[in-house]
């Protein structure tokens, strides 16, 4: 992670929840909760968890801002970083439904000038094993980035990034998670659609399933209210407040901005398949193979992790990290917003609000 600090005296945690529901079940989902935030100092942590029949379970635990002692807010407006990624390839897996287009069509049909483009398919890109470089891994990126945190980027120009280091390996070779995949599918839709990302998601996506909170903006305010993004020294739990990035950073593979409520919308949705259908939604989870890079997932299939048998994804950079996950067994679902993101002495890829939701996912398998 890149490593970008403000000096900000750390602040107490204040474990105290928002909602008070002390039923055995309730009382075992704060125990978990409450255990991660306390081994990782966590500033702030608003989660949820659903389970059909049951009553919703929602509560939002610290500060959303550390300094001021604000209360983490359960309506916060979170960057949900990488879960755009399932959003992207949902758009991607609709055309496909829609005949626009096939898992099987060539990049250079859409996108020309990547290196191997004539040979990785939509498919590829799509399920991290297209030998594509990750442009946010580039020193000349993260140059630009360094001095200037809302400096603005074009998709051609992350692409571009990513072009002199590529390909890493044959299309299909390996698995490799690379966040330019990604923007390249955003690329994919914009041109097969005549529609902007943002128009596309909304008319598919977003309107349809009422996420009236979410959105794919392209400039730098989070609309209110939205937490102080951290970064946490997990040995000691010192915090130091991070800056807001330009969403363009991460374009497609990790712009998108929602809530807490929308995000448990997204689980089901992004779970139980109903915006692809269910041969697509199959084909989704059957093409995933062995995660072996980026961040933790047993298996990463189209657009999608899999964890514990669980469908959905993390998303994490800058001071916000993100989790949601369906359970294709009891249809239950599980999301975590948490606004810190560790220091770089942690361990890799290490994701506060997985970590909470695989506590949870604990709790619920152990019922």
């Known amino acids: 992670m890149l490593a970008i600090r403000l000096l900000l005296v750390g602040c107490a945690l204040s474990l105290a929840a928002c909602v008070d529901d002390t039923t055995p079940e309730t009382t075992r989902y704060d125990t978990a909760v409450r255990r991660v935030i306390s081994?990782?100092?966590l500033p702030g942590v608003a989660v949820s968890v659903?389970?059909?029949?049951?009553?919703?379970?929602?509560?939002?635990?610290?500060?959303?801002?550390?300094?001021?002692?604000?209360?983490?807010?359960?309506?916060?407006?979170?960057?949900?970083?990488?879960?755009?990624?399932?959003?992207?390839?949902?758009?991607?897996?609709?055309?496909?439904?829609d005949?626009?287009?096939?898992?099987?069509?060539?990049?250079?049909?859409?996108?020309?000038?990547?290196?191997?483009?004539?040979i990785i398919t939509i498919a590829d890109l799509a399920g991290m094993?297209?030998?594509?470089?990750?442009?946010?891994?580039?020193?000349?990126?993260?140059?630009?980035?360094?001095?200037?945190?809302?400096?603005?980027?074009?998709?051609?120009?992350?692409?571009g990034y990513a072009i002199p280091y590529s390909p890493r390996f044959a299309p299909g070779a390996q698995y490799d998670y690379s966040n330019t995949n990604t923007v390249l599918l955003g690329m994919i839709v914009e041109k097969v659609t005549g529609q902007t990302l943002a128009q596309a998601l909304a008319q598919r996506i977003l309107d349809p399933l009422g996420l009236?909170?979410?959105?794919?903006?392209?400039?730098?305010?989070?609309?209110?209210?939205?937490?102080?993004?951290?970064?946490?020294?997990?040995?000691?739990?010192?915090?130091?407040?991070?800056?807001?990035?330009?969403?363009?950073?991460f374009s497609a593979a990790g712009a998108?901005?929602?809530?807490?409520?929308?995000?448990?919308?997204?689980?089901?949705?992004?779970?139980?398949?109903?915006l692809i259908g269910a041969e697509l939604q199959s084909e989704r989870v059957n093409r995933s193979r062995a995660?072996?890079?980026g961040p933790h997932y047993d298996r990463y299939g189209l657009g999608l992790g899999i964890t514990r048998?669980?469908?959905?994804?993390?998303?994490?950079?800058?001071?916000?990290?993100s989790a949601v996950f369906y359970d294709p067994t009891t249809g239950a679902t599980i999301a975590v917003l948490v606004n810190a993101t560790p220091s770089s002495d942690a361990p890799p890829f290490l994701n506060f609000a997985d970590e909470i939701f695989e506590a949870l996912a604990d709790v619920l398998a152990s019922r």
């Open 39 to 41: 081994q990782y100092h």
């Open 129 to 159: 094993q297209s030998g594509v470089f990750d442009y946010s891994g580039t020193p000349e990126f993260l140059a630009i980035l360094e001095k200037d945190l809302s400096h603005a980027f074009t998709d051609v120009q992350l692409v």
């Open 291 to 293: 995660a072996t890079s």
């Open 309 to 321: 048998g669980w469908w959905g994804h993390t998303g994490e950079a800058l001071g916000l990290q």
């Open 256 to 274: 998108m901005v929602s809530t807490l409520d929308d995000m448990q919308a997204w689980a089901a949705a992004l779970g139980d398949g109903r």
């Open 99 to 118: 005949h626009a287009i096939s898992l099987e069509d060539k990049l250079d049909k859409f996108v020309p000038g990547v290196p191997n483009g004539s």
């Open 212 to 249: 009236h909170e979410t959105s794919y903006p392209q400039s730098v305010p989070l609309p209110p209210p939205d937490p102080t993004p951290y970064e946490v020294a997990i040995a000691t739990g010192a915090t130091e407040r991070l800056p807001l990035v330009n969403p363009t950073v």
């Open 50 to 97: 659903r389970v059909p029949g049951e009553t919703e379970w929602r509560q939002a635990y610290g500060y959303g801002d550390v300094e001021s002692h604000t209360p983490m807010d359960l309506a916060n407006h979170f960057s949900i970083r990488s879960v755009t990624k399932s959003f992207t390839v949902t758009l991607i897996l609709q055309l496909v439904r």
